[in-house]
Structures are given as structure tokens and as C-alpha cells.
């Protein structure tokens, strides 16, 4: 059909059809920093209400033996005053 003809003065320019480069891949943290403070501040939220309820549980502790100690007191406040 048609034969290709190359100029004998000038320039020669090429057209080049765009094509895709490989680059190299980009490491991606697993996690972002934001990610992990948010954990450490679950953690850390979840370690105080930890904290609190065991300091709740031995102040109850605290209170029934002091209640226990009274009721004791007066038992024996009652014994004596019947046996005099």
C-alpha cells in the first residue's frame, strides 16, 4: 500500500505510544501511627477502669470488716451488760 518514506534532511520525530512503567512498591506500615495510639489509649483507658474497680472492691472489703467488727463490738457490749 503506502511505503514509508524517511526525510534525507531535517528532523525526525517519533511519535511513542504511552506505556505503563513498573515501579517499585511503596512499603505500607500495617498500621498508621494514628491507628496505634488509639490502641495504647483503649489499653490504657481499659488498665484505670481495671485500677478503679479493684480499688471499688477493696474499699467494700474495707467496709463489710468494719461492719463486722462492730457487730462484733456490740455483741459483746450486749453479753456483758446481761451478765451483769
Known sequence: M???VL??????SVEGSPSLAMCKP???PLKSL?????????RD???EVRIA????????QQ???QEEQQQQQEEQQQE???EQ
Request: no cysteine; charged share 30%.
Open 2 to 4: 503506502f511505503k514509508e
Open 63 to 65: 467496709e463489710e470488716q
Open 53 to 60: 474497680q479493684q480499688h471499688e472492691q477493696q474499699q467494700q
Open 34 to 42: 494514628t491507628l496505634e495510639r488509639m490502641e495504647q489509649l483503649q
Open 80 to 82: 456483758e451488760q446481761s
Open 45 to 47: 483507658a481499659q488498665q
Open 26 to 28: 511503596k512499603l505500607l
Open 7 to 12: 526525510p534525507k534532511q531535517g528532523q525526525l
